[in-house]
């Protein structure tokens, strides 16, 4: 091996230290794991790759910048298209601007140019509907967005100005599990431990007023599974109670319409005499449900539990009075 190769594997080995040690390791850290002399280390330092760096303030630690990171993906045809399918469902699901979203895409295209154009043309169009000046700008979710996602990457703690019901501003330090798109509401939650109260919540990233990284350093339980953890979910929303038993009955003009579709990853079906469905499964939070359920109008009757039918009966008769005219 010659010494152009040697350096080229050496600085490999460094990038994939600092990958394994978030918090960064000094030059004579990284001499000591390698088995080479902390002067051969310093050397490197101006050959690196933009994305690792020195961090001055920190011990003279050596890190890497996992926001200027560039990931080479291979993908295949049928691959692309999965890609294409999910940012179709980003792009007209996520109402805001998201310039990252949109240099993906343009990326993801002209890797595919070549490959299917077709399907490369059409990553280019969702792009620019990502990036649309139309869409709402909200430069406070880009940023909110940005150091949820390095605090989880890096596993650091943040600190969170969150904007409640009726407008008042809660603060908490806040150790990010998982970031979700939420299509319902069109928007993006975090799930993570939250003090106060010292326990597993959720943010909708939209009503985060401000936000700052931390220092703080957390790691995320191994039996933490977002999975299970919204199994009985409708959408995002959990509970630590049995879930409850949601049985509707879907006219049968619309019955074949909503037996195509698997719902929820709980539901059972059955078809009744008269051409009906019946769908019942097993749910956290039902009142997730309503905008669905209402989705359907008098196409759908619920059955249980009662107090869901209570709900939807009287929502009915106040759309009823509001429609009443003189």
Not at 48 to 55: C, E, R, S, T, W
Not at 103 to 110: D, F, Q
Not at 159 to 170: A, M
Request: charged share 30%; net charge neutral; aromatic share 10%.
């Amino acid at each position: 091996m010659n010494s152009i190769q040697k350096k080229a594997e050496r600085m490999l080995q460094i990038e994939q230290l600092l990958f394994a040690h978030p918090k960064g390791l000094t030059a004579t850290e990284i001499a000591r794991r390698l088995g080479v002399h902390r002067s051969t280390i310093s050397r490197y330092q101006f050959d690196m790759p933009k994305h690792i760096y020195v961090d001055d303030e920190d011990g003279h630690r050596w890190k890497i910048d996992r926001t200027a990171y560039l990931l080479h993906v291979r993908l295949s045809l049928n691959e692309a298209m999965a890609v294409h399918l999910a940012t179709r469902l980003l792009a007209t699901r996520l109402e805001r601007q998201n310039p990252h979203a949109a240099s993906a895409l343009r990326k993801l295209a002209t890797a595919l140019d070549r490959l299917a154009p077709r399907i490369s043309a059409h990553l280019c169009l969702s792009a620019d509907e990502m990036d649309d000046c139309r869409r709402h700008q909200d430069p406070n979710f880009i940023r909110s967005l940005e150091v949820l996602t390095l605090a989880w990457a890096e596993q650091r703690k943040v600190q969170i100005w969150y904007r409640k019901e009726g407008d008042q501003i809660g603060e908490y330090l806040f150790a990010p599990y998982y970031i979700e798109p939420y299509a319902v509401g069109q928007a993006v939650h975090t799930i993570g431990y939250r003090e106060p109260p010292g326990a597993l919540r959720t943010f909708k990233v939209e009503r985060i007023e401000r936000i700052e990284l931390t220092h703080q350093s957390y790691a995320i339980p191994a039996d933490f599974d977002v999975r299970e953890l919204l199994k009985f979910a409708w959408g995002i929303w959990y509970t630590d109670e049995a879930p409850e038993e949601v049985l509707l009955r879907f006219q049968p003009r619309v019955a074949r319409r909503v037996g195509e579709t698997r719902w929820h990853r709980t539901e059972q079906v059955s078809v009744l005499e008269d051409g009906s469905l019946l769908w019942r499964a097993q749910i956290a939070e039902p009142t997730e449900m309503l905008p669905w359920i209402r989705g359907w109008g008098a196409d759908c009757e619920v059955l249980a539990p009662p107090w869901l039918r209570q709900r939807v009966k009287e929502e009915v008769e106040r759309m009823y009075n509001l429609y009443q005219t003189e």
